[in-house]
Every structure is written in structure tokens, then in C-alpha cells.
């Protein structure tokens, strides 16, 4: 009689723990961009980390069409956290832009590292200047993309209208690549680390002369209509085959974020997973090297921490205000 009371109490216990078992695995998904750019294998980098070093945690990277898809796959209430761009960031949070009406319930888990604009043409289609982006065939990055967001600011900045003094495409940058090789665009706006993948591709096409096109001047105008979310900043000539001098450009910070409903211990892993495993985010894209505790301020994202990343910082001597 004892042994079947002994054994009826561990059938008990593991009925009882089966539930909590389920309850402990995290099915988490990142939502990052296209194939061509440098949230994708960011993102998937990541992924093998947490999946590996967080108990019960399996994190898949999606390919989306950037940062506004991405945002609003965090606004959808599934397990996603999201690689976005501050500017695009701070309209979903504040509810403007593409996010009218709508505000999502954002929280920042880090500051990630600068995203650089890239407005790229190649020589013989007569782009020199933005001013020269009248009248010719751009593409101002994908419709789901931070891309658009910020091309459209750098337009109106330079005093462009982007529906009248153009003809525009909107193109992921590993097509707007393409399409630049087959002749069908003249430049492309694109917003990423360094170097993009798919920019580099186009740089090292036999009879093909990149030509980055400066805009850092437009950068004040930027920030008196949006906020200070832009700074001016540079990609060094030795970025991409064919720089004959380094591109004064607009860079808008990166951030990692998730939404307010996830709970504070699984945010708190997700950022000490990524902090303790940088070494190995670096080899899979140098710009990982940014992941620093020294960019992690309140002043670095319009958008609020999450109590859990809050808490990783605050034990790292991190004062976010």
C-alpha cells in the first residue's frame, strides 16, 4: 500500500510539473530585415546564442521588411523582439508617422550600433549630389523599412518633393542593388551598418565605380523637424571598393526592443545573453563590436528601457538617466 501511495505521489509530481515545464519554454522570434542588409545575420546570430545559453528558450530571426514590419509584428502580442531604427522607433512609440493613431507599446532592451545612410549611385548616371536626385529613377528602400522612413526625411531636407521630382521605386537593398546593375534606377537610398553586404556587392562589380553621395548638411534640418535622432557622420573610404574619399552622411542610432508585456526576468536574460556572448555576434558581423555598456543611456533611445534590461545595466554600474 505504502508503494503505491510512494508512486501515485510521483505520478502527482510529475503531472504537476509537466505544466510548469511547458510553462518555462520560450518560443521567441526576432524580427530583423532583408537578406542584404546587416539586421538579418544579426539577428540570426542571436538567435544561436539565446537558444543555446537561455534555459528553455528557442529564438528563431525572420526576415521582414525592416524596422516598421518589425514593429508592428512586436504591436501583433506574439513573442517577438525587434531590431529598429530610433526614428521608426519613436514614431510607433509616440503613435505618428506610419504609426498614426496608433501607439505601440515599446520598450528598449539596448542600444545597438550607429545605422549609417547610405544614398549610393554609380558613375554615369549624373548623381553627384542629392539635388541631383531630380528627375531620376530612386529607390527609397522597401515599404516596410526604417529605410523609407529616413530617405523621405533627407528628401524633404533637401528641399525635394519625393512623389513630384522623381521617379521612385521601393526596393529591399539587395534588390535595389540589382536593379541598379540592369540599369532600371539611378541611385538608391539605403540605411545600414558597415559594411551591407549588398552595397559591397554592387562596389565590387567589374566595370562598376561606386558613388556615395554626401548629405550630412542636411542633418540640422532633420533634427529641427523630428528630434535630435541624426548625427553627422562619415563612412571612411575604405568601406567600399571604388571610395575615392570618405562620405559625410546622416547616422541614426539601432536599438533592440520588445514589448512592455514581456516579463522582466526574460528581458533580463536576452541582454546578458547578448552582452556576455559579443565575442561571438562579432565574428558574425564586426558591428556587434558596438554592443557597448557605455551606449547605454537614456538620452541614446526615445524610447523607455524595459524594467528587466533596466535592471542587467544597473548591475553593470549603468545609469540609464
Not at 247 to 255: D, E, Y
Amino acid at each position: 500500500m505504502k508503494k503505491c501511495i510512494q508512486a501515485l505521489g510521483l505520478a502527482t509530481m510529475i503531472a504537476l510539473s509537466a505544466p510548469l515545464a511547458a510553462q518555462n519554454k520560450i518560443n521567441l522570434s526576432i524580427a530583423t530585415g532583408g537578406t542584404g542588409g546587416v539586421y538579418y545575420p544579426m539577428g540570426g546570430g542571436m538567435a544561436a546564442e539565446l537558444s543555446k545559453h537561455v534555459p528553455g528558450m528557442e529564438a528563431t530571426a525572420e526576415v521582414t521588411g525592416g524596422s516598421v514590419d518589425n514593429l508592428k509584428l512586436i504591436d501583433s502580442g506574439k513573442p517577438y523582439i525587434g531590431l529598429a531604427m530610433a526614428d521608426a522607433g519613436q514614431d510607433a512609440y509616440r503613435g505618428e508617422g506610419k504609426f498614426v493613431g496608433h501607439k505601440v507599446p515599446l520598450r528598449t532592451l539596448m542600444v545597438l550600433y550607429p545605422n549609417r545612410m547610405h544614398v549610393v549611385s554609380v558613375e554615369g548616371r549624373g548623381v553627384n549630389k542629392i539635388a541631383d536626385l531630380k528627375g531620376k529613377h530612386v529607390s527609397t528602400g522597401s515599404p516596410g523599412s526604417a529605410t523609407e522612413v529616413m530617405a523621405f526625411r533627407v528628401i524633404e531636407a533637401a528641399g525635394l518633393d519625393k512623389d513630384k521630382d522623381m521617379k521612385r521605386e521601393r526596393l529591399g537593398v539587395a534588390e535595389s542593388v540589382n536593379a541598379m546593375k540592369d540599369g532600371k534606377i539611378d541611385a538608391f537610398f539605403w540605411v545600414g551598418g558597415l559594411p551591407t553586404a549588398g552595397v559591397t556587392d554592387l562596389a565590387n562589380t567589374p566595370g562598376t565605380k561606386i558613388k556615395m553621395i554626401d548629405h550630412a548638411d542636411l542633418v540640422p534640418a532633420m533634427n529641427k523637424k523630428y528630434g535630435n535622432l541624426y548625427v553627422e557622420d562619415t563612412i571612411p573610404k575604405s568601406t567600399y571598393r571604388g571610395m575615392d574619399v570618405d562620405n559625410k552622411q546622416a547616422t541614426v542610432m539601432n536599438i533592440l526592443v520588445a514589448n512592455a508585456n514581456m516579463d522582466d526576468q526574460t528581458a533580463y536574460n536576452i541582454v546578458k545573453t547578448i552582452f556576455e556572448r559579443r565575442q561571438d555576434l562579432i565574428n558574425v558581423h564586426k558591428e556587434a563590436a558596438n554592443f557597448k555598456l557605455e551606449n547605454q543611456k537614456a538620452s541614446a533611445t526615445p524610447i523607455p528601457y524595459h524594467p528587466g534590461a533596466a535592471k542587467y545595466f544597473a548591475e553593470h554600474g549603468v545609469k540609464l538617466n
